[in-house]
């Protein structure tokens, strides 16, 4: 059980362009949902925090008119990014914390969408 | 700013050696701790967590924590060239369920 997926596992653009990356909760219901980017050699930064329903939060640094968050379900959040750039080239990999979970500490990451522009 | 500390490494051991990776928090209200091994081009898969003081044992796995040093550790036991991977150390802080990660340290097992 919990298993969480991430569509497209890549992704090739021509920048300019918009591309849009699902994370599903397969399972079970994730009343929030965490987004991290990572670069090469470098670890995971969060860049934001969606619950369903409601708007994302975003952390510091991360622009919100860029990276366009949607949780409209329990079991589905999207990240557009926006305008693509070479620069947003990353590894994009979500996280889903269960609703109703005993332990706050549980969540459970997705297998990570490589994004690459061109 | 929260900030969590690890030697990047590249740590090397010889098979069935002990691999001790360390990590250090800067935010004194973290709550829980955790430690995820990531393969190459993989996402995080998670060892364990803890959140008391001392030690925690899964199978080859050992996490330490001493909160007044604010100082995390993993042993991995009888090391196996498939545990060559990065280990990321994680913090949560607070009520959030957010995690604020380390930078990784890379570990060799040579066969």
């Known amino acids: 059980g919990a298993v969480v997926s991430q569509h497209p596992s890549w992704v090739i653009c021509k920048s300019g362009t918009s591309v849009k990356i699902e994370c599903r909760s397969l399972d079970f219901q994730a009343t929030t949902m965490f987004w991290y980017r990572q670069f090469p050699k470098q670890s995971l930064m969060l860049m934001a925090t969606s619950n369903e329903g409601s708007k994302a939060t975003y952390e510091q640094g991360v622009e919100k008119d860029k990276f366009l968050i949607n949780h409209a379900s329990l079991t589905l959040s999207t990240l557009t990014v926006t305008s693509a750039h070479p620069e947003d080239s990353s590894f994009y990999i979500c996280?889903?914390?269960?609703?109703?979970?005993?332990?706050?500490?549980?969540?459970?990451f997705g297998p990570g969408t490589r994004l690459t522009v061109l | 700013q929260k900030e969590v500390e690890q030697n990047s490494g590249p740590l090397s051991v010889p098979e069935g050696a002990i691999a001790s990776l360390n990590c250090t928090y800067s935010?004194?209200?973290?709550?829980?701790f955790f430690w995820y091994r990531q393969y190459s081009g993989k996402s995080p898969e998670l060892i364990m967590f803890i959140y008391s003081n001392g030690d925690k044992e899964d199978g080859r796995f050992t996490a330490q924590l001493n909160k007044a040093s604010q100082y995390v550790s993993l042993l991995i036991r009888d090391s196996q060239p498939s545990d060559s991977a990065t280990y990321l150390c994680?913090?949560?802080?607070?009520?959030?369920?957010?995690?604020?990660f380390g930078s990784g340290t890379q570990l060799t097992v040579l066969p």
């Open positions: 996280s889903a914390a269960p609703r109703g979970s005993r332990s706050y500490n549980e969540q459970f």
């Open positions: 935010d004194r209200g973290s709550q829980s």
């Open positions: 994680a913090v949560r802080s607070g009520s959030a369920r957010q995690l604020t």
